[in-house]
């Protein structure tokens, strides 16, 4: 059964920074793409950034060149640095997991409250 675990949500102001973890269970991590969503009230779940098992990353428009995502995979680990935080980044975050060699996300954590204040 696969597991995910974030961690990292708070509160920072407009333009400082945060770090998301998302720890993982399972071994076939380092074959598994790995993603970030996020929910703001009233709105989709919407895509913010993706790493494949080859190490391509892709990003949504609104975050490219302020967040970062990374893995671990010694570590079974994913990262979103979000930097020059905006209050409209105010969401929850959700890491996401895809089957190994796959491109579609099917396991999901929890999500970890980010809150941006102007």
């Known amino acids: 059964q696969v597991q995910l675990v974030e961690s990292g949500g708070g509160l920072a102001q407009a333009g400082g920074s945060l770090r998301l973890s998302c720890a993982a269970s399972?071994?076939?991590?380092?074959?598994?793409?790995m993603g970030w969503f996020r929910q703001a009230p009233g709105k989709e779940r919407e895509f913010v950034a993706g790493?494949?098992?080859?190490?391509?990353?892709t990003y949504a428009d609104s975050v490219k060149g302020r967040f970062t995502i990374s893995r671990d995979n010694a570590e079974n680990t994913v990262y979103l640095q979000m930097n020059s935080l905006k209050p409209e980044d105010t969401a929850e975050y959700y890491c996401?997991?895809?089957?190994?060699?796959?491109?579609?996300?099917?396991?999901w954590g929890q999500g970890t409250q980010v809150t941006v204040s102007s």
């Open positions: 996401a997991r895809s089957r190994p060699f796959s491109d579609e996300y099917f396991y």
């Open positions: 399972g071994r076939t991590f380092g074959r598994s793409g």
């Open positions: 790493i494949r098992w080859t190490g391509t990353v």
